[in-house]
Nanobody
Framework: QVQLVESGGGSVQAGGSLRLSCVVF????????MGWFRQPPGAEREGVAA???????SYVDSVKGRFTISQDNAKNTLYLQMNSLKPEDTAVYYC????????????????WGQGTQVTVSS
């Protein structure tokens, strides 16, 4: 039914920027919450940022002031603008969709993207 297709990952030096995109196929998510999660090597998947149906955003403390989540409802596209990247941001990043998103509870995500690798070198 629903597919999330991510793009925008890559390798950058510390201090650089990347913008991740996630196109949602199969529905219009005007009433859904969307988010980004990431999984560093050898670690558990963790929440990064989320935006709900009212446009309210939330971020994990480690990315506040550096990352910005946004969405274009007309294009069914979610974005994550990542600035001032640090080596600890290195992870596979996943787009996520659900009726609600809880950054601390990735197990409740209904739909996942395939993941895109972000590598930040020092």
């Amino acid at each position: 039914q629903v597919q999330l297709v991510e793009s925008g990952g890559g390798s950058v030096q510390a201090g650089g920027s990347l913008r991740l995109s996630c196109v949602v196929f199969g529905y219009t998510y005007t009433t859904y919450s969307m988010g980004w999660f990431r999984q560093p090597p050898g670690a558990e998947r963790e929440g990064v940022a989320a935006i709900d149906s009212d446009g309210r955003t939330s971020y994990v403390d480690s990315v506040k002031g550096r990352f910005t989540i946004s969405q274009d409802n007309a294009k069914n596209t979610l974005y994550l603008q990542m600035n001032s990247l640090k080596p600890e941001d290195t992870a596979v990043y996943y787009c996520a969709a659900a009726l609600t998103i809880e950054l601390a509870a990735p197990r409740f995500v209904q739909y996942w993207g395939q993941g895109t690798q972000v590598t930040v070198s020092s």
